[in-house]
């Protein structure tokens, strides 16, 4: 059975009303295969499904709270249910391997778990008052919430946003990257439409840059939940500023593993691989940056490029590998451009550095310091630069010494001697012998500085973002005045 004719995504059930951008081709980075065709969302379409969803969302609000979460619950069980199929498209379309993308698919059903126990969270609370009344605070859906989501983990990126949105009484306008449209937009739809939730509420328009400024401008969406690059959050939380919204922003990174000098390198070396190389390097929370205790940078050096040059690299659909190809052309160029910067700038080239077709080897780059442009920006690709430090101290520098601050992991025998340390270096994140990649539902997500705008995801995080505190008072009679 052809892909787009499977038994959830039916193309017939897609896309909410007619779009008006141009065809778009579904296709598979790992053979430049073409896998269907979508239709994208032009600018204009993007007040009339503003439109609707505001219509929509009032009547939503009003359900009750149980009503909501069981939705939530069963969008929940889907994902498993549709597992195999879903898969599938996640594999294919942004060229995870399968481990990965059963990864996404277990984040996304305990996103709508949590989600679905955000409907019943207290609302609000009493407050003293110096009147003869109750006062209190109420917490109210925001309306329609804004949702512009990446191709790199298209499935968890685009539902924890949009779950607890709905589930806090919301509806949501959904722009995915074209690139992942299915997987991190189309695919949502299908499974909360199969769950139960009601027409109007999730429109998803798959579109480029215009389209995401269109929807940061509308009126009627006064929250946008934004993940990608920081130049392109920066963008965005001007639009919004502009217009006076809330911008959540979940930005860039060049996330540091600090490894001291009592690390247990037989342990580490595993860790700090998959930090750098886990999804081609294409995750905002990658280890970019790998500084290392002086008595052991040449072992690690060392033994970092073995492991790289020991992880096969190839067609997740159709063999077993460890990473998958680039997005497309455009990152690849940027990753090996970056590469050839470096090394043309002194760098050592101790693992990688080639590629075939989109399939980049993973890539360990020594002697590296501030001027190398693979250790000073984001890479956004499978590649691991190493730099010694001699004290803590040293270490605190440099791993504070960045535009970023999204994650860090610092690993050592002396985990008290790690949280200290971790105390120094402004961070969003941090995990005490453990690589910088981690995601759970339960936990605020979130970085500073270039990294966005703080934790965002998660339990109350949610709670701030996607609803209004609304103060109420009541009397038994009606006020008097002096006048």
């Not at 949590?114 to 009493?126: K, N, Y």
């Not at 579109?207 to 401008?217: M, R």
């Not at 639009?239 to 342990?267: F, I, M, Q, T």
Request: contains cysteine; aromatic residues 6%; negative net charge.
């Amino acid at each position: 059975m052809p892909l787009l004719e499977s038994p959830l995504l039916d193309p017939r059930t897609w896309q909410s009303g007619t779009l008006t951008g141009p065809e778009y081709a579904v296709t598979e980075p790992a053979t430049g295969e073409r896998l269907g065709t979508v239709v994208l969302a032009a600018p204009e379409d993007v007040a009339p499904a503003a439109e609707a969803a505001r219509a929509a969302q009032a009547d939503w609000a009003r359900v009750p709270h149980f009503v909501r979460a069981g939705v939530l619950r069963r969008a929940g069980d889907l994902f498993a249910a549709h597992a195999d199929e879903l898969r599938d498209w996640i594999v294919r379309e942004s060229g995870s391997i399968p481990g990965k993308a059963d990864f996404e698919l277990h984040v996304a059903a305990q996103e709508c778990y949590e989600a679905a126990a955000l409907a019943s969270r207290p609302a609000g609370q009493v407050l003293p008052s110096e009147a003869p009344r109750l006062s209190y605070t109420r917490r109210v859906p925001v309306g329609v919430v804004g949702v512009i989501s990446p191709f790199n983990a298209p499935l968890i990126l685009s539902i924890r946003s949009v779950a607890p949105a709905l589930a806090l009484g919301n509806a949501v306008v959904l722009k995915p990257d074209p690139r992942t449209a299915v997987c991190g937009g189309l695919s949502l739809a299908a499974v909360l439409a199969e769950a139960g939730l009601p027409e109007g509420l999730l429109h998803v328009l798959p579109g480029g840059a215009e389209t995401g400024a269109a929807l940061v401008e509308d009126p009627r969406v006064p929250v946008i939940s934004f993940t990608g690059s920081t130049a392109a959050g920066r963008a965005v939380g001007e639009a919004a500023g502009r217009h006076l919204k809330r911008a959540h922003l979940e930005l860039g990174g060049n996330s540091a593993l600090v490894v001291l000098e009592d690390a247990d390198l037989d342990a580490v070396i595993s860790t700090a691989a998959w930090g750098s190389f886990f999804h081609q390097g294409q995750i905002c929370m990658t280890t970019g940056r790998h500084l290392v205790h002086a008595s052991l940078y040449e072992e690690y050096v060392e033994r970092l490029a073995a492991k790289a040059d020991s992880l096969a690299v190839g067609d997740p659909h159709r063999a077993q590998v460890h990473l998958g190809p680039l997005i497309d052309a455009g990152q690849l160029a940027k990753v090996h451009g970056l590469v050839e910067a470096s090394t043309g700038a002194g760098a050592k080239l101790a693992a990688g550095g080639t590629h075939e077709d989109l399939f980049y080897r993973p890539t360990v780059l020594a002697g590296v310091d501030d001027t190398t442009p693979a250790y000073a920006e984001e890479v956004f690709g499978p590649v691991a630069p190493v730099r010694a430090f001699a004290t803590p101290d040293e270490a605190a520098t440099l791993a504070a010494h960045s535009s970023y601050g999204l994650s860090l992991g610092i690993v050592t025998r002396d985990t008290a001697r790690g949280l200290d340390l971790a105390e120094r270096i402004p961070t969003g994140i941090v995990h005490i012998n453990d690589q910088t990649v981690n995601d759970e539902a339960v936990a605020p997500f979130g970085g500073v500085a270039a990294s966005g705008t703080g934790a965002r995801f998660g339990g109350d995080a949610n709670l701030e973002a996607f609803t209004d505190v609304r103060w109420t008072t009541v009397r038994g009679d009606v006020a008097p005045y002096p006048f």
